[in-house]
């Protein structure tokens, strides 16, 4: 009884409280509403007093449009240094404030001019936040206006228009993306984050920058461009990635966007954000596929005598790809949760077989034709507080993932398939004799982690600044489930192996510490720091890893230096360790090499310049890369492929007027040590040497927006395994190799690895944004605007053909 009276007690009180906080904020409503009122009417000192008077008493939902108000009525009234002091607060409670079309030019101006002024900040290369000119590793910035003008459709596109150095690469699979020469055939090199949340998946280390990241709701991503392990442990090998979404003020409303286009593509993006008191709440999602553009193709086609001669590029699973989440913060608790589908269908068959096929003959596994598709969850909710000079953060975090990777081998028989090991000698038959072969592997992964990161302020003083970052991590992962299945005849199921379901599954505990110091004299910064990461892995082995980072920045007014250096690491990925194991189940003296973590060293050097001319920001970045033990994939097999060395130079340039926006970036890549299957191929493989790109935006008349982007890529070599040479090989090797045969041997070693030509191109996009009112906005993009023909190829892969023009028409709506 008593349980029951307490209850209707807080029950009577949340009652109340709510209430009185509809109230209140009702009150403040009413008041900000009369003053702004008495503006439209021009009443502009009655509408400053009352927003004077009431300015300390109104809550976060109406204290921007309270500043955006008064700066309003100062600008009425001629006094500009008090309206700019608004702007000033405005922009200091919302640095991503965005004007609208209806605001007077002379506030949009002032805006413009503030923000200008101002130095953009990031939290991904610190566990606190910095100015750019003092994290200390070249780092770019991209905004919400340099997305809009680029007309990007995914996250490869954002990146690789803006982050030097960053190039889109095919592997025939997902799509994917290269950073200085280095990537696999999934995107695993780079670390994905949202909002500090880690999306690439434990079991593959893969966070492919599809078309599950929706990019309506990212205020800015912040890539940090070189090795980040001392931070961030695994993953972070060459790049990081933070995605920062928007706070709900930002939106303060409701945002929807529809589009369509040719072939058969459809987009919708909705937002839904609001600032209550200390709750502020962002919710998202959106959703995008299409059928893909049919081209005709000679790859392969005289080698396999394929069936087909025409592939389909661009094309969505069945089931359009797809996110939502949510991200909400009360006073210093905040909770996120995102839910992502994507499904992509490769164009050809598996690896260098790079055969045209038609994926609707064969057989679905959960509604799935053939295509690469991953079913992800994300969740965190964390906790930070400051305490005068220490700032502690705690995080519990959950991933789960659906992974399904389901490649068509073959349209057609394939004889002498038998040598190739990776296989069960009857699969292998089943491969040989029958036409409709495809092999499919599902599995899903969960991990749980918790987290604990803090800074310590221990000097500052007008000499010297000093700041200790200090963080711990756990996390279990686990495999829970997985299936490995052959089909042939299109429609039909090779036996299961039993044992592989099991042998698939396991754990692996992870723990990492790390320690960071920035001490600064002047102008002069020192930034170190040291990770150490453990790993038990699931045959109960274990790998013991430090990664170290050390910066030297000297600050001055217009210009600023750094000499970095630093190292990172990733562990092959569970997966890849699984199925290069699979083999000892069906031959157990199979000869097997344990594939070893990556590691990359880095050295780098960069000068940045601000406002030497007016509006005009630059960085000249040259870089040394070594890598070590690089994975790279031979048909099936994972191998650590050997050392790769890397010289570059990049430059960053942008210039900003208040009508016209201007971003160029150019970079010259050149790998002089790199080994491709057994052979030292020594140069890029289907990266150019030379990238660059220009995005240019421009305000012709207040409501329109005009958007034009060049990209040039100089021409490059293409290496894979030519698929027959192995197979005969293999053969030869199962027969027992003779002494007359090596000559032979050598011959089809020299074969083995084939070199294609990839022609230099210059790409262009165009685009433009209308506002046909205060709330509506209609929008056309064109991309591949000369219909350009050119191809592209990857990790082991034919060459791609890639999209020629596509276009989509959008209308969106504000309320």
Known sequence: MRKRLYLIILYIGCCVLTTFAQTTEEKYRNIYDAAEKAYQIGRIEQAEGELVKHLGDFPLSLRQSAYRMLALCYISMDRNKDAER?????????????????????????VEDVKNGRTATITTASSQAEVLAEVPVPTTLITEEMIRNSGARNLQEVLATFVPGMTAVDCNDDINIAMRGIYSNGQEKILIMLNGHRLNSYCTNIAAPDYSIGLEKLKQIEVLRGPASSLYGGVALTAVVNLITKQGADVDGIQARAGAGNYGQFRGDLLMGKRYFDLDLLMWGNIYTSKGEVTETSAQKSIYNAEHTECRIGQIGHKPSYEFGINMKWRDLQFLYSTQFSQIIAPYTISTMGIPYDDEKFMTFNGKHPSYATQAHHADINYSHKFKN????????????DLTHYQVISEIPLPGFSGIPYFPDEVSKLIEDHSGTARYINGQEQTFGIQLKGDYNYVNSENHKGTLSFGAEYSHFSLDDMRYAVVYEYEKLAPEMTQLKDFGKGHENSHNAFLQLKHQWKSLILNAGLRYDHR???????????????????????????????????????????????????????????????????LQITFAGTNWIKGLNFEVNGFYNYGDDIIGTQVVEHLNMGANKTIGLELMADYHRRNFTANFNLTWLNTYKARFSLKDINTNNSVPHVISNLVLGW???????????????????????????????????????????????????????FEQTVKARVIFNIGAEYQLTPHVQIGLNVRNLFNTQYNQSGMNTVLVPQRGRWYMASIGIKI
């Open 86 to 110: 608004y702007v000033q607060m405005l922009l200091d409670d919302n640095p991503y404030y965005s004007v609208t079309i209806s605001d007077p030019q002379r506030f949009i101006d002032m």
């Open 390 to 401: 220490l700032y502690l953060k705690g995080t519990l975090t959950y991933d789960n993932n």
């Open 536 to 602: 038990t892995r699931y045959d109960k082995t274990e790998y013991n890893v430090f990664s170290p980072r050390l910066a030297l920045i000297l600050l001055r007014n217009k210009w600023n230096l750094k000499l970095s250096y630093s190292k990172s690491f990733v562990d092959a990925p569970y997966l890849y360790r699984k199925t290069n194991k699979m083999m000892t189940l069906w031959d157990p003296t199979a000869n097997l090499t344990e594939l070893s973590a990556e590691t990359l060293h880095s």
């Open 699 to 753: 305000h012709p008349i207040p409501k329109l927006r005009l958007s034009t982007k060049a990209v040039f890529e100089s021409r490059q070599k293409a290496y894979s395994v030519y698929m027959p040479v192995m197979l005969q090989l293999l053969n030869l090797e199962d027969q027992g190799i003779q002494p007359e045969d090596l000559p032979l041997i050598e011959e089809l070693m020299n074969k083995l690895v």
